[in-house]
């Protein structure tokens, strides 16, 4: 078993940033992909970046590219999403997910992109950008 535990969620303007995590514990050996998802209201679940835990490698859905960067902290087994220049459609939850092991052929089929994937889920963070 995995535990994800999001935090670091707020309200911020239009141009501001925030700075989520997600602190990882549990079997970590048994994981190879981590990343966040968002869900606004009325909408699905959406991709918006992710990692390779094990293997180097990151992943981003087109609307955030050069505003987000994810990374990790590996002395405290925690994943961070940066959020610079917040725009109001990134309002959302933003939730902290994990998939086991993969291989190469899921990576290059963007398997990533899809929350059935994903095994294991943090409760939630709410990030809400005003005009």
């Known amino acids: 078993q995995v535990q994800l535990v999001d935090s670091g969620g707020g309200l911020v303007q239009a141009g501001g940033s925030l700075r989520l995590a997600c602190a990882a514990s549990?079997?970590?050996?048994?994981?190879?992909?981590m990343g966040w998802f968002r869900q606004a209201p009325g909408k699905e679940r959406e991709f918006v970046a992710i990692m390779r835990w094990i293997l180097s490698g990151t992943y981003y859905t087109d609307s955030v590219k050069d505003r987000f960067t994810i990374g990790r902290d590996n002395n405290h087994n925690t994943v961070y999403l940066q959020m610079n220049d917040l725009k109001p459609e990134d309002t959302a939850v933003y939730y902290c997910?994990?998939?086991?092991?993969?291989?190469?052929?899921?990576?290059?089929?963007?398997?990533?992109?899809?929350?059935?994937?994903?095994?294991?889920w943090g409760q939630g963070a709410q990030v809400t950008v005003s005009t």
């Open positions: 549990g079997r970590l050996d048994s994981v190879d992909a």
């Open positions: 997910a994990a998939a086991p092991a993969t291989s190469s052929a899921w990576w290059r089929s963007f398997r990533y992109f899809y929350s059935a994937e994903y095994r294991y």
